[in-house]
């Protein structure tokens, strides 16, 4: 089976920074669209930003200019950094594959997904 694992959430001031990760087993993260969702108390779960197989990238407006995807495929793994944190990015950060090689943006377009980190901004 595929697993994606995430790390790398926490708390933070805001203003401040975090670094989340994505380990995948059983996947290959070149092959696919690869993506992060965040899910806060209360509210559905929001697509935040994608990379597609040749590397493109794309972000909600939300996060636009502030949070950078990337993927090391040598070591099949997703990044998301994230910088200038508001408390408003407080949520539950997932992982997402997709068997295709475009993307979209909503969760049902993704076929895998890690259990998740939490990122709290004060």
């Known amino acids: 089976d595929v697993q994606l694992v995430e790390s790398g959430g926490g708390s933070v001031q805001a203003g401040g920074s975090l670094r989340l990760s994505c380990a995948a087993s059983?996947?290959?993260?070149?092959?696919?669209?690869m993506g992060w969702f965040r899910q806060a108390p209360g509210k559905e779960r929001e697509w935040i930003s994608s990379?597609?197989?040749?590397?493109?990238?794309s972000y909600a407006d939300s996060v636009k200019g502030r949070f950078i995807i990337s993927k090391d495929n040598t070591k099949n793994t997703l990044y998301l950094q994230m910088n200038s944190l508001k408390p408003e990015d407080t949520a539950m950060y997932y992982c997402?594959?997709?068997?295709?090689?475009?993307?979209?943006?909503?969760?049902?377009?993704?076929?895998?997904w890690g259990q998740g980190t939490q990122v709290t901004v004060s």
């Open positions: 059983r996947y290959t993260v070149s092959s696919s669209c």
């Open positions: 990379i597609l197989t040749a590397g493109t990238m």
């Open positions: 997402a594959a997709s068997s295709t090689w475009y993307c979209l943006t909503t969760p049902t377009s993704f076929d895998f």
